[in-house]
């Protein structure tokens, strides 16, 4: 007969009992640990190339909305610019207007000056004119008195040489 070795049949219902067992309480929820971990990685992984994917297209609205704020500064720069010459141009203007206006006020002011001159040398030549004129006919006057005084006196010389009194 066949002899059965009861051992070895223990051995393979405790081996089936416990292959059951690591099935059922550590298989399966080993399993759906590793399936879960598996979902979880892959959720992650597809949320990280969602992150990646919006932190591109922020980066991309960024760098236009750079673009957009150097454009915007380069206007206001080149705007500045532009009211910064044409302000120098008002001043300059403005600055050669008051140049010329006080040119013509100098030129009036040296007018004026030339006619005071004028009239001032006019005045002079006159006061002097007249010292002149006042002092030759004061010589003429004392010429003519003493022409006078020496012909009377050559006319009472002769006179009395002659005999006249």
Sequence with gaps: ???????????VINFL?????LKRYLYQPLLEILDKRSAKIAGDLKAAADDREAAS????????????????????IAEAEMRGKERAREIINEAKEE??????????????AR??????LKEEVA???LLVAGKYLQEQLQREQQLQLIEKYINSL????????
């Design 1 to 11: 007969m066949i002899n059965i070795n009861w051992t070895l049949f223990w051995n």
């Design 17 to 21: 009992v416990l292959v059951y067992l």
């Design 57 to 76: 297209l922020m980066r991309e609205q960024y760098e236009a909305e750079m673009a957009k704020a150097r454009e915007k500064a380069l206007e206001i």
């Design 99 to 112: 140049a010329k206006r006080i040119r013509e006020k100098n030129l009036e002011e040296i007018e004026l």
């Design 115 to 120: 006619e005071e001159a004028r009239a001032l």
């Design 127 to 129: 006061a002097i004119s």
């Design 158 to 165: 002769d006179r009395g040489k002659l005999g006249e009194v």
